[in-house]
């Protein structure tokens, strides 16, 4: 049997297979040469100290203990071309791994996508931010992947309650991945990598007998009797089923229009909401690990803050070490900030979300609106800050320090944000109350990180696609709406997800219930 260690080494023994073996066996008091393998299964960085260390958990096989390498393997897939179908709406997380995990329970997916595939989406991402075009149907937010596609690729989830996220990330390493985010605690694919994996699973789901249809926009639901019978696109078809998965993503609005129009029942959810914090990678590694300079064995230092600033929390939000900021707005007329990196995270700039708790009551001005109000609110902040940095794809920008002093800056550097920046003062961007809070929050945590609070620092707005501000509700049994037999909201649109793993195992969890109830 092997032997299960937990250590904490430096970052070079971490680094390194051979100091690494070395260290082991002097753990364990044998030789070197007994020592046949040491597999790594759990790794963490510890910065508290000034003396950095790595967390590591692993199993160690002296020579005479059989070894053998871990292979991942996908799934018996089956061939379902013949079975009953079942309509997915959105090739985001929760609908791509939907489709697996409806293959696997012998049924046939229906994958519809407004947007296009991830190669044909490059071509739109460019006219963002190039040319400032938004294209409402291919985006940072729309197309095949979902927003996670183009968006950095995170897997970290706090979630474990919600399901098996072991298996979400052993599927993605079977489609692909590296096997490092089976180990690391912070796993992360990068958005240069995560395409060809998106493409892939959409390759075997076909292979298996699904369908994958891109550049086709659901307008309306045909439902009799409170029961889903199908749907109908932009061009007029009509595609019967009466299972229908709901996954569109956090950013479908007129999905929650639709629903809203037809009086199927919707509900307001609070989210988050601010700013694009920008700072130099080389500050923060400074901030985090105590050092001038990080070294080759350490990554691109993240950070995490959290505080409670007039009873509200301010945090930091989908934070990307060695990243740029991104163009995601799904309409013209506003402007929306996202983060992401690639997956060396080898960029000058980190940059991330820094966001405040809303309220159900601060969406009051826009009652009228009903269950929209939170959305009405959110586009209400991404069209004023359209219109104050120039009616382009440029966003309203401020440098930190000035933010707090409600100055105008003289002067913003050149940002990782390719469409550019206009100098505002961001209190014309926000309602009163919310500006206060930030600025109250960044001099917090500029006590909480010394140097955080720099006029090196760029602030960008706003950062307002953190989650849905919609809750589409359902059944808790059998996860079907709570009025429309046969119809599974799903994911983030739904509100009932926050990242990549957690929507695909929701995805799973409705897929499911689907197999189960036709039984």
């Known amino acids: 049997m092997p032997q299960e260690l937990k250590l904490q080494v430096s970052p070079e023994i971490a680094a390194n297979e051979n100091l690494l073996n070395e260290y082991v066996a002097k753990t364990v008091r044998v030789s070197t040469k007994l020592v046949q393998k040491v597999v790594v299964q759990k790794r963490s960085i510890d910065a508290r100290q000034k003396a950095i260390k790595i967390n590591l958990k692993v199993l160690v096989y002296l020579i005479d203990e059989e070894f053998v390498a871990q292979k991942i393997e996908l799934p018996d897939y089956q061939n379902v071309s013949n079975a009953q179908e079942v309509i997915i709406i959105g090739a985001g997380p929760a609908g791509l791994f939907a489709a697996l995990q409806l293959i696997e329970l012998g049924l046939k997916p229906i994958v519809i996508e407004r947007g296009k595939d991830v190669r044909g989406r490059r071509r739109d991402l460019k006219a963002i931010n ?124 007129d999905i929650f229009e639709l629903l809203d129009r037809k009086k199927i029942f919707i509900e307001a959810k609070p989210f988050a909401l601010g700013v694009r914090a920008e700072h130099p990678q080389e500050l923060i ?50 402007v929306v900030t996202n983060g992401w990196s690639p997956s060396k995270r080898d960029q000058a700039t980190a940059n991330s979300g820094i966001v405040v708790e809303l309220k159900l009551e601060d969406f009051k001005p826009f009652a009228k609106f009903g269950a929209l109000a939170g959305m009405e609110f959110q586009k209400s902040i991404e069209q004023k800050a359209w219109h104050l940095a120039g009616q382009t794809q440029k966003v309203p920008a401020q440098r930190m320090i000035d933010f707090t002093q409600n100055k105008v800056s003289s002067s913003i550097p050149k940002t990782s944000y390719v469409p550019g920046t206009t100098s505002v003062e961001m209190g014309q961007v926000f309602p009163g109350f919310l500006t206060q809070i930030m600025r109250e929050g960044f001099i917090e945590f500029g006590k909480a990180m010394r140097g955080y609070m720099t006029n090196d620092a760029i602030l960008h707005a706003p950062e307002s696609r953190t989650s849905s501000p919609v809750r589409i509700p359902r059944d808790t049994e059998t996860l079907e709406h709570v009025q429309i037999k046969g119809l599974y909201p799903c994911g983030e649109g739904a509100g009932f997800a926050g990242g990549i793993i957690s929507a695909a195992i929701d995805g799973e969890k409705c897929a499911l219930k689907i197999a189960e109830s036709l039984k």
Do not use: W
């Open 130 to 253: 190039v040319d400032h075009i938004v294209n409402e149907d291919s985006n940072y937010c729309f197309g095949e992947g979902g927003a996670g596609t183009y968006s950095d690729g995170k897997l970290y989830t706090r979630s474990k309650k919600r399901g098996d996220v072991d298996r979400i990330l052993k599927l993605l390493v079977g489609f692909g991945a590296t096997p490092d985010i089976l180990v690391e605690a912070h796993p992360h694919i990068g958005t240069n990598k995560l395409p060809q994996i998106i493409q892939d699973i959409r390759e075997k789901i076909i292979e298996c007998g699904g369908q994958v249809l891109f550049e086709m926009r659901v307008t309306d639901f045909i439902i009799k009797n409170n029961e889903i019978q199908g749907i109908v696109t932009q061009n007029g078809d009509t595609i019967s089923a009466n299972k229908v998965i709901l996954a569109t993503g956090h950013s479908a609005r």
């Open 285 to 334: 590694d400074k901030i985090q690990y105590s050092c001038d300079y990080r070294g080759e064995h350490l990554p691109p230092a993240p950070y995490s803050i959290v505080k409670q600033v007039n009873g509200r929390g301010m945090y930091s939000f989908c934070m990307c070490p060695g990243g740029v900021i991104a163009p995601c707005a799904t309409s013209p007329g506003e």
